[in-house]
C-alpha cells in the first residue's frame, strides 16, 4: 500500500513539474514575442509537426499544450492586459500557438500551412473538399460487381475489369463522409483529403484579426479603408460629430459658401480666381471631343508653296519628286 501511495506521488509530481514548464514556457513565449498566430491541427501527424517545427527554426516557435492551461494563463494575464484576452474564445479543439517576432507574416503563415499529407477518408469526419469518383476503369475484376450495385453506382465489363460509366459525387464539403464512401475509396485506392496545420486568427502587436485578412492586397486595403473613411464621415456629419474624417470635406463646403458669396459680391480673391475663369469661359476649360482631341494631337506639317515642276523621267532614273506617301 505504501509503495502504491509513493508511486502515485511520484507520478503527480511528474505531471505538476510538466506543468509548471509548460506554464513558464508560455508565459515566456507571451512576454518574448509580439506576433502569434493561432492554429488548428485536426489530423495533423506528428511527423507533419515535426516538419514543420524544423522549418520554422530560427523564425517562429510552435507551442501546444492542453485547452485549460491556455485558457489560465491567458485569463491571469488579460488582468494587466485586456486585449489578449479576445485570445479566450479561440481556445477550443486542438489548438496552438506559433509565436513570431517576423513582421511578414503572410509568408509565414504560408509556409506554416504548405506541410500538407495525402490522408484516407474516414467515416464521420467533415469532407473537406467535394470528392468525385470519374467514369473509367477501376482495375477491379467483375467478381466485386456486387459491391458497386449495392451502392447503385452503373459499372459495366470492360476488358475483364469493372468500368464505371458515370462519374459518381461521392462526398460533399462540409458534409459528413459515409462508411460506403470510406469503402469505396479504400477499395479503388484513393486518398482523396489533405491534412495540414491551419491557421485561423493573427494576434499582431495586440490587435486579433482573421487569417484571412492576410491575403488582401495593398489595393483592396486602400479601398476598404477609404469607403470606411467615407462612412464615418457620412455619419458624422448627420449626428453633428467633428472629427478627422469630416475635416476635408468641411473645408470643401466651407470653400463653396465663401466661393458662392464672393461671386455674388463680385469680390474676387486670389483661390477664386480659377473658378471665375472657368465661369465666364466654360469653353475654354472643357473637354476636347474624341476628334478634336485625336486632331490636337496629329503633328503639325506646314504647306509649302508649290515649285514648278520639272521635266519627268523614267522610274528608274528620273528627278521628278513624287508626292504623298510611298
Known sequence: MTDFVLGGEKQLSKKKIRKNNYWAKLESALDDYKNLLIISIDFVGSMQMQKARIALRGKAMILMGKNTIMRKIIRDRSEKDEKIAELLPLIRGNIGFV???????????????????????????????????????????????????????????????????????????????????VALLSKLG???????????????????????????????????????????????????????????HSFGRAFKTLAAIGLAADYIFEELKEVKEMLDNPDAFAAPAAGDAAAAAAPVVEEEEEEEAAPAMDMFGGDEEEEGDY
Not at 108 to 127: C, M, S, T, V
Not at 206 to 224: F, Q
Open 99 to 181: 509565436f513570431t517576432n517576423e513582421t511578414d507574416l503572410k509568408s509565414l503563415r504560408d509556409e506554416i500551412i504548405d506541410f500538407k499529407q495525402p490522408a484516407a477518408a474516414k467515416a464521420g469526419i467533415l469532407a473537406p473538399v467535394n470528392v468525385t469518383i470519374p467514369a473509367g476503369p477501376t482495375g477491379l475484376d467483375p467478381g466485386q460487381t456486387s459491391f458497386f450495385q449495392t451502392l447503385n453506382i452503373a459499372t459495366k465489363i470492360t476488358r475483364g475489369t469493372i468500368e464505371i460509366t458515370t462519374g459518381v459525387d461521392l462526398c460533399k464539403a462540409g458534409e459528413k463522409v459515409t462508411t460506403s464512401a
Open 190 to 248: 484513393i486518398r482523396p483529403f489533405e491534412f495540414g496545420i491551419v491557421v485561423s486568427h493573427v494576434y499582431e502587436a495586440g490587435a486579433l484579426y482573421s487569417a484571412r485578412v492576410l491575403d488582401l492586397t495593398d489595393v483592396e486595403l486602400s479601398a476598404a479603408f477609404a469607403g470606411a473613411a467615407a462612412r464615418l464621415a457620412a455619419i458624422s456629419f448627420e449626428i453633428g460629430q467633428v472629427n478627422l474624417a469630416t475635416v476635408p
